[in-house]
């Protein structure tokens, strides 16, 4: 074997060990990827990658003279005559880590065996590439990307594709993109490149709007915890060296999150000015923009998405703690302002990319099959297949195929939202009740009083970096809390499966003038309920578990508008009014629905100091206790709305 050769097919076997390594690694260069011991399916899986791929790493011209890095895998029996179409995803993760965020091992050594000529970029600005790196870049508002002279994510896109089409040889002419998050964000902006070439397109857990419900803030509260692990290692981004400026963030030795965060970090401001030093730009800009402004709205690309000429297969998770709420707005959107496109929708009981993996169960909650497999064999291939490979009938891909938590079955609909279902309301009612019919006494509340000092833990758990299972964790442990109301139903006669979004619609009073209000929608499991065989050496105890479906916080001084915040007058009654993201989950027979509302959900969101103020100029004496009143009578009637699916 020759030197080079030999050189080709180890770099490739090194590939998939990056492959093997748990979706959480962050690996910088094929140097740092570990020793791994691999099994008997994935030393075979090795081999096949090298004796069927050609590594390529190419530097790609923008129409502005930039050059992006591009790694570039073709099947060998391209040179006899076969032809491949391009499966591309642009990342600002390292593209030298092809794929390794996401995918396991056996989903992309299936990927393989299918055949595409695989393309990973690194975006403008990042790791090889050159160019300034933006976060979340404002696309132009152009049309024709082709002509565009100003470089955006989408002329990059466009620019890719076209150097691709002529520079590998044995492609189709036919280009796929897809990426989880941030690349779901980049996946968006190539659909609006419209190119040609470029046939189907999968924004998977897309990134869409940071001040909404996506990473950064949930309606205005500043989710921290994430981003002050996540930003010291983006900020990071030399592909020779490993990430070493950690500002004393990720080696901190304090693993309880709630006491490090509370004693040590304690406010946005001070992490910046204590451990960031003002020198990560994008702390800077969220602290500059407390606000829904033109920096955040910009920063959307829906906005641009009009006119689609892909077909676009949107992917999400019930339980994606970071953007649960960009796939279904990334959704809606395109189906909204396109019409005519193809665009189909596909939701699973999936954390942040679990559908790349086996996704059995996640924490002490099974799906009763392998979920991931599911998506891979019978949703996501058809669909690249048909589009890039011209390969057997239209795939019968639904409109929407929405797992059903609670019943764990797929379901097919022709649209979604749903339409025809029974709209209903659950009323908060005195004595922690909670009940279909509205409550008929007077002046009836009650009441419970917030402490920053003291705030309520978004989970049960001590640990150091936010868990993906707190998207369904055992709610028992707040309920226990003084601070925490807790109104439940008695057991259900028979199943009842809520599906679409919940508006939370609540009568409140606070004692100061800003306060932020979580509800909380919870499926109690009976005493009787049997124990859950989670996995080999693990059981879970179900019996009485307050299994959390959804939950949602508002920052309670954008109720009206989250450009321009206003303050609650002091104990006067006042609505609160926002929506749950969307759900499809059935309460079984002899379950319970619970709902509980608190004003913290620490160290997820930052705390309010329940002030109307610009948080993040907060001072730590301005953080102060507030009597919070939840009202529940005729006249003040608190509760959400509710749409019940009959079948």
């Known amino acids: 074997m020759s030197l080079t050769l030999y050189f080709k097919q180890t770099m490739l076997q090194k590939l998939l060990c990056v492959f093997i390594m748990s979706a959480s690694s ?20 090795s081999v096949y ?38 499966l591309m995803t642009r990342t600002p993760y390292n593209a030298t880590r092809l794929y ?46 082709q002509k565009q002279k100003q470089p955006d994510e989408a002329t990059d896109t466009y620019d890719a594709i076209d150097w691709l089409l002529k520079n590998v040889k044995g492609n189709n002419g036919r280009v796929g993109i897809h990426g989880v998050s941030y690349p779901g964000f980049y996946s968006t902006a190539a659909a609006i490149s419209n190119h040609p070439a470029l046939k189907a397109v999968s924004p998977q857990a ?17 989710f921290w915890m994430d981003f002050f692990d996540f930003l010291p290692r983006f ?124 996704a059995s169960s996640l924490g002490d909650i099974k799906f009763g099959a392998p979920t991931g497999q599911y998506y891979l064999d019978s949703l996501f291939l058809p669909f690249m297949n048909y589009h890039l490979k011209n390969q057997g009938p239209a795939p019968k891909l639904a409109e929407a195929t929405v797992f059903q938590t609670g019943a764990n079955k797929w379901r097919k609909f ?64 707040a309920a226990s809390r003084p601070d925490v109301l807790t ?56 019996s009485g578990y307050q299994q959390l479906v959804r939950a949602e916080i508002m920052r309670g001084k954008y109720r009206s508008s989250f450009e321009n915040p206003t303050p609650f007058i002091p104990d006067t009654v006042t609505p609160v009014k926002y929506e749950i993201p969307d759900l499809l989950h059935t309460f079984k027979k002899g379950h319970q629905l619970m709902v509980q509302i608190q004003s913290s959900w620490f160290p997820l969101a930052d705390r309010n100091p329940q002030q109307f103020l610009n948080i993040y100029e907060a001072k730590p004496e301005d953080y102060i206790k507030s009597t919070i009143r939840v009202y529940h009578d005729a006249q003040r009637a608190s509760k959400l709305q509710v749409k019940v699916l009959r079948n």
């Open 26 to 45: 962050i690996l910088n260069n094929y140097a740092q990827t570990p020793v791994v011991k691999l099994t008997a399916q994935q030393k075979k899986d």
């Open 235 to 358: 900020n990071q981004d030399s592909p020779d060296k490993p990430a070493t400026r950690t500002f004393g963030v990720t080696n901190s030795k304090n693993r309880n999150n709630y006491d490090y965060f509370l004693r040590t970090v304690q406010t946005p401001k001070r992490a910046n000015t204590e451990y960031f030093k003002d020198s990560i730009p994008f702390w800077n800009d969220i602290l500059a923009h407390p606000n829904y402004d033109s920096y955040w709205k910009s920063r959307n690309p829906l906005s641009h998405a009009k006119n689609l000429k892909p077909a676009l297969l949107v992917v999400g998770g019930w339980f994606d703690a970071e953007d649960l709420y960009g796939a279904l707005e990334t959704y809606e959107k395109l189906e909204k302002q396109n019409p005519k496109a193809t665009n189909q929708l596909v939701m699973g009981p999936w954390c942040h990319g679990c559908w790349w993996s086996d």
């Open 206 to 222: 897309p990134v869409t709007d940071w001040f909404i419900g996506d990473d950064v803030h949930h309606n205005g509260a500043f």
């Open 414 to 477: 022709a649209t979604w939202p749903l339409a025809n279902l029974e709209e209903k309301f659950l009323y908060l009612w005195p004595n922690g009740k909670l009940g279909f019919t509205a409550p008929t006494g007077a002046n009836s509340f009650q009441e419970y009083v917030s402490d920053p000092a003291k705030p309520v833990p978004y989970q049960g758990l001590v640990h150091r970096s936010r868990s993906r299972e707190y998207m369904l964790d055992d709610q028992r442990f």
């Open 100 to 145: 390794s965020r996401f995918y396991t091992a056996a989903s992309f050594a299936r990927l393989l065996q299918e055949g595409f000529i695989f393309v990973e970029q690194d975006v403008r600005g990042r790791w090889r590439s050159a160019g300034q790196y933006d976060h979340e870049r404002a696309l132009v508002a152009n049309p024709n990307k």
């Open 487 to 542: 109104f439940a139903t008695e057991p259900l006669a028979s199943d009842l499966t809520l599906a679409g979004s919940i508006l939370a619609d609540l009568r409140v009073s606070i004692s100061t003038t800003d306060a932020d209000f979580v509800v909380k929608l919870i499926d109690v499991y009976p005493e009787d309920a049997p124990d859950s065989l989670v996995a080999a050496g693990r059981t879970a105890n179900m």
């Open 49 to 86: 990658l090298a004796q069927n791929y050609e590594w390529r790493q190419e530097m790609i011209p923008m129409r502005d003279g930039a050059k992006l890095y591009t790694e570039i895998l073709v099947p060998k029996d391209t040179g006899q005559g076969k032809k491949y179409p391009f």
